[in-house]
């Protein structure tokens, strides 16, 4: 089966400026993840879909991020305005709805520079 | 809330050593447990996951690990490293019906020829 797919890969800007990230999830996979990983730390979550509802964003930093996920498929992370602590790694991940801690798919990721 | 600590944010071992990488946790109802690899400018894969059972789980690659419920571990083990070892490695724990993983700081892994 094809992986998750994200781009860019790569992304650098200037503070201020905004960004977008983009994920194709597993075929089938209802369960939708961003994570963000700062250098030397692990992945956190920044917010989960199932299907193309929001489950938890608790952790987005919502002044300045927004996710969405039209139609329960493909998502979006977009940073408007980047500051530049948010130059990290974006990892999008997904898996199939409603099986008990299967584990998580995920895509290389977006490593995001801000300058 | 759940977490996970991980002793150790780097390990160095030489070719045909054991590989033992820590990993305790903090729940307050049963944990599911997962290792993480990641190699460079790579997404995570899983190595292996406890969830009910066999305490001793087999993963990909050589690598188990062990869950003790006394001691809140779950520690990464591979009796013989590789040079193809060398990578990032994350514990990670959930609980059930609260599919939201909480990963560990990460351990680096070198491995000396």
């Known amino acids: 089966e094809a992986g998750v797919a994200q781009s860019p890969r790569y992304k650098i800007i200037e503070k201020r400026q905004s960004v977008a990230f983009w994920c194709n999830p597993i075929?089938?996979?209802?369960?939708l993840y961003w994570y963000q990983q700062i250098l030397g730390q692990g992945p956190k979550l920044l917010i989960q879909?199932?299907?193309?509802?929001?489950?938890?964003d608790s952790q987005l930093p919502k002044d300045r991020f927004s996710a969405e996920r039209l139609k329960g498929v493909d998502s979006t992370l977009k940073i408007q305005p980047a500051k530049l602590e948010d130059s990290a790694v974006y990892l999008c991940?997904?898996?199939?709805?409603?099986?008990?801690?299967?584990?998580?798919?995920f895509g290389n990721g977006t490593r995001l520079t801000v300058t | 809330a759940q977490s996970v600590t991980q002793l150790g944010s780097h390990v160095s071992v030489s070719e045909g050593a054991l590989v033992l990488l820590r990993c305790n946790y903090s729940?307050?109802?049963?944990?599911?447990l997962f290792w993480y690899v990641q190699y460079p400018n790579q997404g995570l894969q899983l190595l292996l996951k406890?969830?009910?059972?066999?305490?001793l789980v087999k993963g990909i690659n050589g690598f188990e690990a062990e869950f003790k419920k006394s001691e809140t571990s779950f520690h990464l083990t591979k009796p013989s490293a590789h040079m193809s070892d060398a990578a990032e490695y994350f514990c990670?724990?959930?609980?059930?019906?609260?599919?939201?993983?909480?990963f560990g700081a990460g351990t680096t892994v070198t491995v000396r020829a």
């Open positions: 990670a724990v959930s609980v059930s019906n609260d599919y939201k993983l909480s």
């Open positions: 075929s089938g996979h209802a369960t």
């Open positions: 406890y969830t009910t059972g066999a305490t």
């Open positions: 729940s307050s109802v049963p944990p599911y």
């Open positions: 879909f199932q299907n193309n509802g929001v489950v938890d």
């Open positions: 991940a997904s898996s199939p709805v409603q099986v008990n801690n299967s584990p998580l798919h």
